[in-house]
Every structure is written in C-alpha cells, then in structure tokens.
C-alpha cells in the first residue's frame, strides 16, 4: 500500500480541479460494543478469507459455524497473521488503530468497508464508527 501512495503521489498530474493528489485507501474494519463482540463477529471474515487461501469460495457463514469448524495447524496460522493485521475491536480501539493508519500513510480520506454474515452488526459498526468520529448522519447522504 505505501508504495502504491508512493508511486500516486510521485507520478500525479495536477489539473485546475485538482492541483494535489488526494490520497484515499478502502479498509475492512468492524467496530463493536466490546472487542470480545468484534472478534466473535470477525470469525465469518476469517473463516471465509482462511476458505478463500485454499480456493474454497462459500457464502458467509454465521460466527456461531465459523467457531465449530477448528482450524489445522495451516489454518491456525494463516488466522494468527489474520488476526494481527485486522482492524477490529471496540469503537475506540478501530478508531485509534484507523486514525493512526491516516496519519502514517498521510491519507485524506479513508473509506471503510465492513461486511459481517448478519447485516446488524456491520450497520452497528458503522454506527459506531461515525460516533467515534463525530461525524453526523448528514455526512452520508
């Protein structure tokens, strides 16, 4: 990613609508009231992105089956590295970890992505998101 903003931001071409680069990035997050809650709900994208290294494309499967199907010792690792990079947690910690990723990569906007097996979670994360950030709902329209 940094060395895609990279070659962005050194090969642009300015214009009268816009003389700068703005640089933007998409990033899956999922926000909860608690981590413990995010990381149950996390087990979907998991198990469908651990699915998806061994060529498996399934339809999104709830927490609750993602947990009762234990991982093998690959799979174990795979989720490890998984579980490293994502961005999830309370609305704080995403907001943190987000704002930090802004700020290191030198973003002016960033757009997040959350899809979750049900659709009430990803709408709560938004939600509690747009808090963490203070933005108001007349921002999404």
Not at 25 to 30: E, Q, S
Not at 55 to 77: M, N
Not at 82 to 96: I, N
Request: hydrophobic share 40%; net charge neutral.
């Amino acid at each position: 990613m940094e060395q895609a903003l990279d070659l962005y931001r050194k090969n642009y071409r300015p214009s009268a609508k816009n003389p700068k680069p703005i640089a933007t990035i998409c990033v899956w997050a999922l926000a909860a009231d608690t981590e413990e809650e995010a990381l149950h709900q996390f087990r979907t994208r998991e198990r469908s992105s651990i699915d998806r290294e061994y060529g498996i494309r399934l339809p999104l499967i709830s927490p609750e089956e993602a947990a009762a199907r234990p991982y093998s010792a690959a799979e174990g690792v795979i989720a490890e590295k998984l579980r490293r990079k994502a961005v999830v947690g309370s609305a704080e910690q995403v907001a943190a970890r987000l704002k930090e990723l802004a700020k290191r990569l030198e973003l002016d906007e960033l757009v997040v992505v959350t899809w979750t097996y049900d659709p009430a979670p990803r709408h709560r994360s938004y939600e509690l998101l747009a808090q963490a950030f203070a933005m108001e709902k007349a921002q999404f329209t």
